[in-house]
Nanobody, 121 residues
């Protein structure tokens, strides 16, 4: 299983970005696919996750109402649309595949390489 995250960049506060996680080796419908982030000098934290053929989404409180996770079955990918971005959203964003949606980093099996999101004030 391999994951490739893309779509990061520099954006002003209040702006939007769409991240994409291309997955190979397993169908996104058969795994939980999660987005995590890690800011400088901070621990990696969960952001959002989607799981199952019904594409059930989960969001951490600090992104609810701003971020939307979705599945593109044609591309076998999971997107994260990030709106109303804030400087505190600045981090390297990673996607991961696992058996379930959980915020416990150690319980995810496969990780992408990360994509940098920088939000300027």
């Amino acid at each position: 299983v391999q994951l490739q995250a893309s779509g990061g960049g520099l954006v002003q506060s209040g702006g939007s970005l769409r991240l994409s996680c291309a997955v190979s080796g397993v169908s996104v419908d058969r795994r939980g696919i999660g987005w995590f982030r890690q800011a400088p000098a901070k621990a990696r934290e969960g952001v959002s996750c989607i799981i199952g053929r019904h594409h059930t989404p989960f969001y951490e409180d600090f992104v609810k109402g701003r971020f939307t996770i979705s599945v593109d079955n044609a591309k076998n990918s999971v997107d994260l649309l990030m709106n109303s971005l804030k400087p505190e959203d600045t981090a390297v964003y990673y996607c991961a595949a696992g058996a379930m949606c959980t915020t416990k980093v150690d319980e995810w099996f496969y990780w992408g390489q990360g994509t940098l999101v920088t939000v300027s004030s």
